[in-house]
């Protein structure tokens, strides 16, 4: 079965710069979409950004220009770097995939059914 398995959140201050990781496994990882979602405390789940098969990406307003999404396939893996972080980037971030493949990433968290654990990321100012 398909596993998302994210890493490299924590106790960050507004200054660093850190990278998630979300290693996927259970299919062939180059063929589907991937997306980066967040879930501040007391909120819903929001989009952050998204990469498709094909290296297309998109970002949510409140992160473009301050985030970049990338992906390896041959590490199954895709990435977010964080820069010019601020306190209300404070959350709990997950990766996601669809489960069809193919047609543009969307930023709807309903049209995702593969997810990770989620890592945290705390900012301190």
């Known amino acids: 079965q398909v596993q998302l398995v994210e890493s490299g959140g924590g106790l960050v201050r507004t200054g660093d710069s850190p990278r998630l990781s979300c290693v996927a496994s259970?299919?062939?990882?180059?063929?589907?979409?991937m997306a980066w979602f967040r879930q501040p405390p007391g909120k819903e789940r929001l989009f952050v950004a998204s990469?498709?098969?094909?290296?297309?990406?998109d970002y949510a307003d409140s992160v473009k220009g301050r985030f970049t999404i990338s992906r390896d396939d041959s590490k199954n893996t895709v990435y977010l770097e964080m820069n010019s972080l601020k306190p209300e980037d404070t959350a709990v971030y997950y990766c996601?995939?669809?489960?069809?493949?193919?047609?543009?990433?969307?930023?709807?968290?309903?049209?995702?059914?593969?997810w990770g654990q989620g890592t945290q990321v705390t900012v301190s100012s």
């Open positions: 259970g299919r062939t990882f180059s063929a589907y979409n």
């Open positions: 996601a995939q669809p489960h069809d493949w193919g047609g543009k990433p969307s930023p709807h968290p309903d049209r995702y059914d593969y």
């Open positions: 990469i498709s098969r094909g290296g297309a990406v």
